[in-house]
């Protein structure tokens, strides 16, 4: 079991940036795919980042340039740092934990976190 926890969502204006955390509990974080997702009001969640246990990053065309998403194994912990943040950014935003066995398959999700991009 992975219990996720986000933080560091809030209110900037346009151009401004935010980093937002992922902290996990539970054992073998470093074995998980970790993703920021969001959900805008009406819309469906989509994907924004992926980094997986090896490392390799994913990002949506959207946010291609602007963010980033690393991990930290010893914290536990996934970031999203947002820069040159535009209104269209604004949603709640998701962390996910995601692993794969022979005979499993592990899906765990956050609670969200609101970015509101507005002046």
């Known amino acids: 079991q992975v219990q996720l926890v986000e933080s560091g969502g809030g209110l900037v204006q346009p151009g401004g940036s935010l980093r937002l955390s992922c902290a996990a509990s539970g054992s073998r974080f470093s074995l998980y795919d970790m993703g920021w997702y969001r959900q805008a009001p009406g819309k469906q969640r989509d994907l924004v980042a992926t980094i997986s246990s090896g490392g390799s990053t994913n990002y949506a065309d959207s946010v291609k340039g602007r963010f980033t998403i690393s991990r930290d194994i010893a914290k536990n912990t996934v970031y999203l740092q947002m820069n040159s943040l535009k209104p269209e950014d604004t949603a709640v935003y998701y962390c996910?934990?995601?692993?794969?066995?022979?005979?499993?398959?592990?899906?765990?999700w956050g609670q969200g976190t609101q970015v509101t991009v507005s002046s």
């Open positions: 996910n934990a995601r692993r794969s066995t022979w005979t499993t398959q592990y899906d765990y």
